[in-house]
């Protein structure tokens, strides 16, 4: 097996162990982005030099027998839109092609300090928005690979890195994930913080992970939580235990809520059939749930928060930028300043609400299953896809991962979306590796389409 595929849990404990160097890890990596990335595009800034440095200081630290962090060694992509003090971070836009930050994003920091290698910025697109950028799905380039984290799902999946970092204000993390079939984890609202990313929305933007597998979000994940006193959002708590609940045992077998959500209607025809394919493996696990007409208007909500968060955020460039920002994030500015206040105020505080609201279902569910996405990643380069199906759980703040657990009859992968109650961000990975056992693999390649073509789970029901 080359290098390049260890996942981030084996590489990292493979050059704690002095059983393989950083440079070597570094430098497979490098080599097969030099292989694939041609037809991918993932990066957005690459500086293969500084890269070997940053692997070479890692491995003679180790040398020295000083201490190390979880991460030693172990190569990260960056989405382009965290500062990094020593790379450019141009938000996918013209208006800031060359702006080099002073100092790393909160997020970028905390990898450092676990000893990761900040192997280059992965694309975004445009302001972090809809407006694609130039990379690929890796399972097919004539698809798209969601967006707008769509460099960083890329490049995980296709073994350019093992990890990768990225946000989510719709759908940015989940989306391309599923897309590009790979673990993608986003955490309650505030978990990670966010000082020194592109700021669009308070209330809905998240820091989220993608990897491998459950148990390499798990470790990046836990590396980042916690405590910044420059994102008002976080709070001063105890660093969940990812890591350690991610791979215990659950006491007893999960409970899934099934919920359709008021995306359904957005749901292909291959999404329907494989997640009652799904339903019926789990068998007595799980029960279809109906969150209530309280939810109708949810995807509405969020879309009145997002528009008018980032009409406020973004109106010094929307001015001066003229034909510099394409039509559709344009489109959007104007919508959020043309929004009543009383709609916007109600939009915020119905997240509260509505939280309450599932407290009913996590009380006797463990998870809410669901889609990542209306389908498999759509043909086509001018969209990154529908982000219906993740709206609402931004919208609520509420963790969220998706499993590349299921795989159309063309091969692309169809991710399962699942939701856990804010707050329990811990006890959802656990959920989740217990569910990839389940269905008999681990979290990181879709199963093999049956003969009949149909979206399948790898046990073959």
């Known amino acids: 097996m080359s290098l390049n595929a260890l996942s981030l849990t084996e590489a990292a404990a493979g050059i ?23 037809d991918i595009e993932a990066w957005a800034f690459l500086d293969r030099d500084h890269a070997m440095w940053q692997a070479e200081v890692a491995d003679d630290r180790r040398k020295q ?72 799905n890796p399972h097919n380039p004539d698809h798209t690979p969601g967006g707008s984290s769509s460099g960083s799902a890329a490049a995980v999946a296709a073994l350019m890195v093992p990890g990768a970092i990225g946000s989510q204000t719709n759908g940015s993390v989940i989306r391309p994930a599923a897309f590009c079939g790979v673990v993608g984890f986003k955490p309650t609202h505030g978990l990670i913080p966010r000082s020194g990313a592109l700021l669009l929305s308070r209330a809905l933007d998240h820091v989220g992970v ?11 994940a836990e590396m980042l939580a916690g405590f910044d006193e420059e994102d008002p959002d976080t709070r001063p708590l105890a660093r969940p235990p990812f890591v350690e609940v991610a791979a215990s045992e659950p006491p007893l077998p999960p409970r899934f809520a099934f919920v359709r959500s008021p995306a359904w209607t957005h749901a292909e025809k291959v999404t329907t059939e494989a997640f009652a394919e799904l339903v019926e493996t ?140 804010r707050g329990n961000d811990a006890r959802l990975l656990r959920t989740a590796n217990w569910l990839v056992r389940k269905l008999g693999k681990r979290g990181g390649a879709a199963p093999a389409k049956t003969s009949a073509g149909r979206a399948k789970t790898r046990s073959g029901r």
């Open 282 to 421: 789990l068998g007595e696990q799980i029960s279809e749930v109906e969150i209530g007409q309280s939810f109708d208007r949810v995807i509405d909500m969020h879309r009145t928060v997002m528009e008018v968060e980032m009409a406020h955020n973004l109106h010094r460039d929307f001015e001066q930028g003229g034909d510099s920002l394409s039509k559709v994030l344009r489109a959007l500015i104007e919508r959020g300043r043309k929004a009543l206040a009383v709609d916007y105020t109600r939009a915020l505080a119905g997240s509260a609400t509505l939280n309450a609201a599932l407290d009913g279902v996590f009380d006797e569910y463990d998870a809410i299953l669901t889609p990542a996405a209306p389908g498999p990643a759509p043909r086509g380069l001018d969209s990154t896809g529908n982000p219906a199906f993740c709206s609402i759980w931004t919208y609520l703040g509420t963790p969220a991962v998706t499993l590349p657990l299921l795989q159309s009859e063309s091969g692309l992968p169809i991710g399962v979306q699942l939701v856990g109650r």
């Open 210 to 220: 993608f990897a491998r597998s459950v148990d390499d979000a798990a470790l990046l």
């Open 65 to 136: 027998g000083k201490a190390i962090g979880p991460l030693h060694g172990v190569p990260v992509g960056i989405k382009d839109i965290f500062d990094t003090g020593d790379m450019p971070t141009e938000f996918g836009s013209k208006l800031w092609a060359g702006r080099t930050p002073r100092r790393d994003a909160a997020a970028v920091a905390r990898l450092r300090a676990a000893g990761a290698v900040i192997l280059g910025k992965t694309v975004t697109t445009e302001y972090a928005y809809f407006n694609p950028g130039k990379t690929r």
């Open 16 to 38: 704690r162990d002095g059983r393989l160097s950083s440079v070597e890890f570094v430098g497979d990596c490098l080599k097969r982005i030099d292989e694939v990335d041609r």
